[in-house]
């Protein structure tokens, strides 16, 4: 199987503190500060481990922090885009920093947005912070594909339908609806709806236009590398599963 992307994960301090995050799952010493390094831990054997097997999709994203907080964010980007000049470059973030940090979100080629709830008891149940980012203006402003993602525990289930609804309301065109690895829960999600199409075992409905996917990490095959933070790369979509590190299982956010 070829590799469908390849992940630069960042480590340090968040500015959000969710009580699901991948990077607890992680050893610490995977997660060893990276925010003000350049080049990263790795970075060029990375880059050749990218090119040898030809990978197309470039993913940053984070195990305990935000990719936008990462300080050298346009620099590396216009780094790997140098090297790698045929891949795509995508940023999964909390959108925190999306308009302060409006010309770095918008040189990726898109953007995923992990966003649980618009209401703000809501969202501090799930990120840890009662301020919950301006959505509607981030799509605004946007001047790539952005596609939101929405983790479904107990505290948001209930308000799904009106989620749905506004997110539509405010222009998101592709909505991921997420159930977290080894949740054994099943949620019931868009039930009086007929997928109208699936990916990789995952039911895509179609809701007034919106693209609405119903991902399931259980049932879903990826192949990634992964560039860690202390500089180990990974062969494994599953983080935890990582060899080098072989804690628990998890998945990589977004
Ligand atoms: S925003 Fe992401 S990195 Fe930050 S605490 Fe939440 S899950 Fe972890």
């Given at each position: 199987m070829s590799h469908d992307f390849a992940n630069i994960l960042f480590a340090g301090p968040c500015n959000r503190f969710c009580p699901?995050?991948?990077?607890?799952?992680?050893?610490d010493r995977a997660n060893e500060?990276?925010?003000?390094?350049?080049?990263?831990?790795?970075q060029d054997a990375f880059i050749r481990e990218v090119q040898r097997l030809d990978i197309r999709e470039i993913v940053m994203t984070g195990t305990t922090t935000?990719?936008?907080?990462?300080?050298?964010e346009e620099r590396l980007l216009s780094e790997m885009r140098r090297q790698l000049p045929h891949a795509r470059f995508s940023v999964h973030t909390n959108g925190v920093l999306a308009l302060r940090k409006l010309e770095a979100f918008n040189s990726y080629d898109r953007a995923c947005i992990s966003f649980p709830s618009f209401r703000s008891d809501t969202y501090e149940k799930m990120m840890g912070s009662r301020i919950v980012p301006d959505l509607r203006s981030i799509l605004r402003e946007s001047r790539i594909p952005v596609k939101v993602s929405c983790v479904i525990n107990e505290h948001n289930v209930h308000e799904l339908d009106d989620f749905i609804l506004e997110a539509h309301s405010i222009g998101v065109r592709r909505l991921v609806l997420r159930k977290l690895f080894g949740e054994t829960r099943t949620w019931d999600v868009l039930k009086d709806r007929i997928p109208e199409s699936h990916y990789r075992d995952n039911p895509v409905y179609n809701v007034d236009g919106m693209e609405v996917t119903y991902w399931d990490f259980d049932r879903t095959t990826s192949k990634s590398i992964n560039l860690f933070p202390d500089g180990t790369i990974g062969p494994s979509y599953l983080l935890a599963a990582t060899p080098a590190f072989m804690a628990r299982s998890s998945a990589i956010p977004g």
């Open positions: 699901f995050c991948i990077g607890k799952e992680l050893p500060e990276n925010l003000n390094l350049y080049p990263l831990r790795n935000d990719p936008q907080l990462y300080r050298h």
